[in-house]
Structures are given as C-alpha cells and as structure tokens.
C-alpha cells in the first residue's frame, strides 16, 4: 500500500535539513501513523536502520543500548547487528517503541551532545509513561513533535481530491465556496467523520471505499486500545480504565461529571484513570478558561473540563451509531445530540495546533450562579482571544456566544456549522470542514 502523505512531512522534512539538529522524539498515540512517516522520510537517506524495541528479533540492540550509553560504540554494534553503515549525513536511525527501552531515551542526549551531525528519530506510542521516570531526560537537547490521526485536510489529500482541497483553502466568510464545491464537502465531511483519521482505517477508504471494512477495521483498533490499558499502570484496575473510557464517550460534549464516571471508584482513581487515557493520546481535555487575557491557559480552573476521543471514528464505533442516519441526514445534531460535531472541531483543532508542544483546548462557560451561559471553544487567532460555537446543523442560537462578546469585549466570534462560509453582524461563519481556515482570519 502506497504511503498517503501528512502535513507532518513537512516538518520532517524541515529538521532534516536543519542545521541546530537534535534527535527528535516523535509522540502520539498508538497507530495514528508515526512508524510509516519516518519510513517515508527514511527513503531519503542513503541507509535507513529501524530498531523496534518490541520485536524480540531486536533483542539484540536493547541489549546494547543497555550495555553502552557512548553513542560511537552504540552506532559500530548496531551497524554490525543490522548490517548496514550508520554514517552520520547518509544514515536515518529509527529508534521505534522506544519506551520498552529507558536506556536508549536516556541515549538520546548523548547523541545531541557527542554524535549531533547523525540524524536520529525516536517514536513509541506509549512514550509519556516511559518519559514520566525520566523527568530530565533530555532538557534543551531533544527535540518532540506531536503526530495526531488524519486531519480533513489530509482526508481530502489521500482521496485524491487536491483540486477541492486548493479550493477549500482559499475560501472564507467574504469569499464562500460555490454551493456545488460546499455540497460535494459536506459529503466527504459526513463520510469522514463516520470513518475518522485513524490511518489504516483512511486508507482502506481511499483504496476502495468499503464503509464496512472500516468499521471492521475499527472494531480491531479498539480492541488493540484496551489491550494496551493493561500496560499502562499496574495500579490500576483495567476494568476501572474501561468504564472511565465508557463514561468519557458517554459524556462527550458536556462538563465532565465524575459521579457519572465509574460505579465503584473514588473521585482520585477516576481521575488518575483520566490522566492515563491522556498521556496514552487517546483522550483530550478542554479546560474551562476566564478568557479575561492571554495566555488562555493562565486563568483556568481544572474543576470545569470536558473530554474526547481522539478520533470520531472510534467514537461513533463504540457508541454503534446508525451510519445510515449519519451519512444520509445533514442534520448531524439528531445523531447523539451534536456531540460528534463538537468533538470533531475539537480534535481538529487539536490537530491544527503547533506540533511542537502539546495540544491545548480551552472552553468558557460563566462564572455565576444560576447562568447556564457556555461557548464551546475559546481559541487565540493572532492577539485576539475568540470564541467558537459549533452547531450540528444549520440553525442555533447564538446567546452565549453575544454574551461572551459584550463581556470580555472581544471583536469577533465564529459559527461552526453545516452551512457555506458567511458573516452577520460580528460573527463570522465556517463550515464544519473549515476549522484548518480559522487561523487565516488575521490575514483576511
């Protein structure tokens, strides 16, 4: 199967040819596509060595990484195990699962500081509970980049649609798309949040559009994430992991309640559980914000946040959704009351985010008694702090979002929803498709 390309690859492509280059440690969840972009970017070199930790065929090189922590006498051993040169310029090392080997992250730094002219990439699916031992591992000398599941945007680039892709990119609310153009998207939209980004699943679909393979493939996806809840935390229970991750889905798209989380556990296990599922990458927070100044994450209050899947696929797989009803009505707000909508903007927000740190999301609702105002994101564009409602349909009212406007005194909000780009008043609409487009506002 040929490689589909990621928006990721440009920033593969940028440290390789960087001059101040630091081993990179490449971070995501589990299958969202790190192994196969390094192995893209890999063709580039002379010579390409991979290491899986855990592969027993390369028990070998743990063992070396175990024994030695000089990077010259680490690169001769593997250059002799793997049979192929690692000559720093022409040679790739490709450091995978690195988390099953804590001595090869601690490596890290030595080759920042003693080999840096050899490119080196590091990635693992569950690396935050390895990195959490080794606090300063690599402060100042290792770079990270953060991989999340397919965006739209690179949806619409592995079904070939590049032209629509081009189109979609130059529209905004004072140049809308045609109505034939915005059809045709919310036909792909529709269909991509029923699959998701999940890489396998996209390319079964852009390989043969079997809607029913992808289900099945994602019926496997989730069944390899909770094989993994075992290897998270001995700690905890992996029954306590899957009702937490139950009751996240079951709540996604309001306040997080963890009364409503779990029969059995206390407010603590719950909450560890949450953090789990987090560091894991396969659940995201946004956080309740004053939104009074910048930076958003300064007057937050931890009490207040709402959780997601990563990825709206395996969400609409677990909950079994009627996909019939998903793809055939464009009134997504009658499929599990819009949560699938606000979720979708989430994650794609997340993925428009610099890859470079970890991903924030913010939401705002207000702070006195009795008022049931709430935005559903608070996002920075620019030095201006604004506001987004998602709506699953066409129609909504705007109350909390005018609210939020005259109260923090902000110049704009946006409408996320079914309908064409526009504007009324000082609100600005995109399509659902469109969150990749909110960051071009300021240029307008």
């Known amino acids: 199967m040929s490689y589909l390309k990621r928006n990721i690859d440009k920033d593969l492509q940028e440290w390789k040819n960087s001059v101040n280059r630091k081993p990179l440690l490449l971070r995501g969840a589990r299958q969202v596509g790190k192994s196969s972009a390094v192995r893209e970017l890999g063709q580039q070199f002379e010579f390409f060595v991979e290491i899986n930790f855990e592969n027993k065929d390369h028990a070998s090189a743990k063992k070396i990484f175990e024994a030695h922590s000089n990077p010259k006498i680490i690169t001769d051993e593997l250059s002799v195990m793997f049979e192929k040169p690692i000559v720093s310029g022409k040679t790739l090392l490709f450091l995978d699962e690195i988390q099953s080997c804590p001595e090869a992250i601690s490596a890290l730094r030595y080759f920042y500081e003693q080999?840096?002219?050899?490119?080196?990439?590091?990635?693992?699916?569950?690396?935050?509970?390895?990195?959490?031992?080794?606090?300063?591992?690599?402060?100042?000398?290792?770079?990270?980049?953060?991989?999340?599941?397919?965006?739209?945007?690179?949806?619409?680039?592995?079904?070939?649609?590049?032209?629509?892709?081009?189109?979609?990119?130059?529209?905004?609310?004072?140049?809308?798309?045609?109505?034939?153009?915005?059809?045709?998207?919310?036909?792909?939209?529709?269909?991509?949040?029923?699959?998701?980004?999940?890489?396998?699943?996209?390319?079964?679909?852009?390989?043969?559009?079997?809607?029913?393979?992808?289900q099945n493939?994602?019926?496997?996806?989730?069944?390899?994430?909770?094989?993994?809840?075992?290897?998270?935390?001995?700690?905890?229970?992996v029954t306590r992991l899957e009702e937490v991750f139950s009751a996240i889905i079951a709540q996604t798209g309001q306040k997080f309640t963890y009364s409503a989380a779990a029969t059995s556990a206390n407010q603590v296990q719950i909450k560890e559980s949450i953090e789990l599922l987090k560091m894991a990458g396969l659940v995201y927070s946004a956080t309740h914000t004053s939104a009074n100044g910048l930076p958003l994450g300064a007057e937050t209050n931890s009490r207040y946040r709402k959780l997601m899947l990563l990825d709206t696929g395996i969400y609409q797989r677990f909950l079994r959704l009627n996909l019939a009803n998903l793809l055939l009505d464009e009134k997504i707000e009658q499929i599990n009351k819009g949560a699938l909508a606000e979720m979708f903007v989430g994650t794609?927000?997340?993925?428009?985010?610099?890859?470079?740190?970890?991903?924030?999301?913010?939401?705002?609702?207000?702070?006195k008694g009795g008022s049931t105002?709430?935005?559903?994101?608070?996002?920075?564009?620019?030095?201006?702090?604004?506001?987004?409602?998602?709506?699953?349909?066409?129609?909504?009212?705007?109350?909390?979002?005018?609210?939020?406007?005259?109260?923090?005194?902000?110049?704009?909000?946006?409408?996320?929803?079914?309908?064409?780009?526009?504007?009324?008043?000082?609100?600005?609409?995109?399509?659902?498709?469109?969150?990749?487009?909110?960051?071009?506002?300021?240029?307008?």
């Open 348 to 367: 794609e927000l997340v993925k428009v985010q610099n890859n470079r740190l970890p991903a924030d999301l913010y939401y705002w609702q207000r702070e």
């Open 217 to 237: 493939i994602l019926d496997e996806l989730i069944e390899t994430l909770f094989n993994d809840f075992s290897k998270y935390k001995q700690q905890v229970p």
């Open 373 to 444: 105002a709430e935005v559903d994101y608070v996002i920075q564009i620019g030095q201006n702090i604004i506001p987004v409602e998602v709506k699953a349909g066409t129609k909504g009212a705007m109350q909390s979002m005018f609210l939020f406007l005259a109260e923090k005194q902000r110049p704009y909000g946006i409408r996320c929803s079914m309908e064409n780009f526009g504007e009324f008043q000082n609100i600005k609409i995109y399509p659902l498709y469109a969150v990749a487009n909110f960051q071009k506002i300021e240029t307008l």
């Open 115 to 214: 080999m840096p002219e050899l490119h080196v990439i590091a990635a693992g699916s569950l690396l935050e509970f390895a990195l959490q031992k080794i606090p300063s591992f690599g402060v100042g000398r290792i770079r990270s980049m953060y991989m999340y599941p397919f965006s739209f945007e690179e949806f619409l680039q592995a079904l070939g649609r590049t032209m629509l892709l081009e189109k979609l990119q130059l529209a905004n609310p004072q140049n809308p798309l045609s109505e034939e153009l915005h059809k045709q998207l919310k036909e792909i939209f529709l269909r991509f949040i029923a699959i998701g980004g999940m890489p396998e699943v996209v390319a079964k679909y852009a390989t043969d559009g079997s809607l029913l393979d992808c």
